[in-house]
Every structure is written in C-alpha cells, then in structure tokens.
C-alpha cells in the first residue's frame, strides 16, 4: 500500500509527512511518501492534498502550472474512486467555487462556495486560529474516518475562508465560531478537513489513522 502526499510548493510537509509515517506503522498502513511525480500519485493507493495560502495561488500552482500531476490526482481519485483527503485549502479546493481576492473554480467534487467568514461577533478576529471543538453531523452511519471522533474533540485551525457546502449530508462536522464553520466534507471515496489533522494532536491522528485504513 502506498500513500502520497502531494507536493505542488503549496507549503511544508514535513510535519503532515511525519504525522502520516507515525499512523501509518500503528496501522500496518503501508508507505507514506511526499511526492510531486505524476507517475507516484498513479500508483498510490491513497492520495492526500494539502495546501497552504490563498485558493487562487493553490489552484494555480496545481492545475496550470503542473497539468500532468493534477490529471493524474483526477485519474486515480474520480476514475479509480482511491481515497482522497484534502487537508485545509486542499480541502476548500474540492468545492465549486473559491472566492478569495477573486471568483476561481474549484474542483466541483463537493459542491459548494468558499467564502469569506464574517463572525457575529466581532470581537471574533479572522483568520479563525488555534483550538476549536469539532460538533460532528448527525449523518448516519458515521464516516469512517471519524470513528473514535466525538463531538468535543479539539482540532487545530488557522484559515480565513469557509466551505459552504450546497448539500447539508456533504458536512460531516462544523465548529461554532460567531456561526458554523464548516470542519469537515466529505462523500464517496473524498474527504477534506478545514483544520490541519498533522496539528491536532490525539484527535488529528486518530483520523489520520483511520483514512490509513479506509476502504471505500
């Protein structure tokens, strides 16, 4: 079994990469490589997008500047139907749309919008950063990935865009911050996180873990 995680200079995976090996070794899950190689992402067995800044740069860098990789993550994730996690901006590029700084497709796997957060509160600042408890969806059954996960479990944010999902049983958790926000979607093979799971501590592993040993 082989997991790869993909690098497009989206961030620095060094953390998400050693957080993966760790669970990978408790769960008999296999190798867990960084790779940009298109080759590497078409034998993978499960494929893992991160991304960090603004969801223009990230879609570019991704789907202009490096076509070949990003038809082979569609290949193995939409013709294959492998497990696909999207961690953060990773996450946010499943939806249809992006709206930060300026209206950018998304890759319409999860419909929905990224939109900016606007707290009720405004003593709430934005980016919405640091520990927030995770309310999980009433959907049943529950997700394989969030076996062990309870409502009240912590999770580790720093974003300023929200996934408002176009169907209500794509999200699959939120968290109260002056209103939802939107934790986790999924459906099908796909799931993404808002949060960092590398920086969440017992709960981001426990979840690490069990995508480790999804089989959709």
């Known amino acids: 079994m082989l997991t790869v995680l993909v690098d ?20 008999n899950g296999g190798d867990v490589i960084v790779s940009s190689k298109p080759e590497d992402v078409a034998r993978a067995d499960r494929i893992v997008l991160p991304g960090d800044g603004a969801f223009p740069a990230c879609r570019n860098a991704l789907t202009r500047d490096r076509a070949a990789l990003f038809e082979a993550i569609v290949l193995s994730v939409i013709d294959k139907g492998r497990p696909f996690m999207g961690i953060c901006v ?7 749309w992006g709206h930060e700084y300026e209206d950018t497709k998304g890759f319409d796997w999860i419909a929905g919008d990224i939109s900016k957060i606007t707290p009720s509160d405004p003593s709430l600042k934005v980016p919405h950063m640091g520990w927030n408890d995770l309310i999980l969806s009433s959907t049943e059954p529950r997700h394989p990935v969030l076996n062990g996960i309870e409502t009240g479990n912590h999770a580790y944010f720093v974003h300023s865009y929200s996934f408002r999902v176009a169907n209500p049983a794509h999200r699959l958790a939120h968290v109260d911050y002056g209103g939802d926000i939107t934790a986790v979607v999924g459906r099908d093979n796909m799931i993404g996180m808002q949060f960092h799971p590398e920086k969440s501590q017992q709960t981001g592993l426990r979840m690490i873990g069990n995508f480790l040993s999804w089989k959709p």
Request: glycine share 8%.
């Open 8 to 27: 497009y200079d989206s961030g620095n995976l060094h953390s998400a990469e050693k957080s993966f090996q760790r669970m990978s070794a408790e769960v």
């Open 90 to 96: 990773g996450m946010q590029m499943m939806a249809s």
